[in-house]
């Protein structure tokens, strides 16, 4: 019969990730917590909870500061923003930002997550990784969490006369826009 609790470890192309990389990230994230404190406001660690990777929550505030260290400390080295998207959770506050990291010399992961009320906005994290620049669009096209700071937000999947964000749980099951008439390019997007 197969074991289907969701803390039996799964083997991967990298093996079981907590007796390889487990110590490692009790050494990072006591770091974090020692740098930012108060900033951090949860830490969820496999096994302890059903989680792959551990999951640090901070305060959107700190969220640039964290990430940079992540990043750039040595023993943590997390220099790839694997991806940056989003989850409704339909509650206050409504968005979860999730920011999936890895460090390509160390084979480690880790998850970084900052919690939003609707209306609020989330600091850019372009400063840190350049190429977070479409990711924080589609986050903006598809939930409607905007990025303070950033340069250039504006859609990117859906049309521009499209009216909401498909990836809300409150957006209509079947909010079909349909629009017969192609649109006009903007000319300076061309250039």
Not at 83 to 109: G, M, Q
Request: charged share 30%; with cysteine; glycine share 6%.
């Amino acid at each position: 019969m197969m074991n289907t609790d969701i803390r039996t470890p799964i083997p991967t192309n990298g093996g079981d990730w907590l007796p390889k990389f487990g110590e490692n990230w009790k050494t990072q994230v006591a770091s974090v917590k020692a740098k930012f404190g108060d900033a951090i406001e949860e830490v969820r660690m496999p096994p302890d909870y059903p989680t792959d990777v551990p999951i640090i929550y901070v305060n959107k505030a700190s969220i640039v500061p964290v990430l940079q260290f992540l990043k750039t400390d040595p023993g943590c080295d997390y220099a790839f923003l694997a991806d940056l998207t989003a989850t409704d959770e339909e509650i206050e506050p409504r968005f979860e930002i999730v920011y999936n990291l890895f460090s390509p010399t160390k084979h480690w992961r880790i998850r970084v997550k900052t919690r939003v009320r609707e209306g609020e906005d989330v600091p850019t994290a372009i400063p840190v990784w350049p190429g977070a620049d479409w990711a924080e669009r589609e986050v903006w096209d598809m939930f409607g969490v905007k990025f303070a700071g950033h340069p250039d937000l504006r859609r990117i999947l859906m049309d521009n006369r499209w009216v909401g964000h498909p990836l809300r749980k409150d957006y209509p099951l079947r909010g079909y826009q349909i629009f017969t008439e192609p649109m006009d390019a903007d000319p300076s997007l061309l250039d």
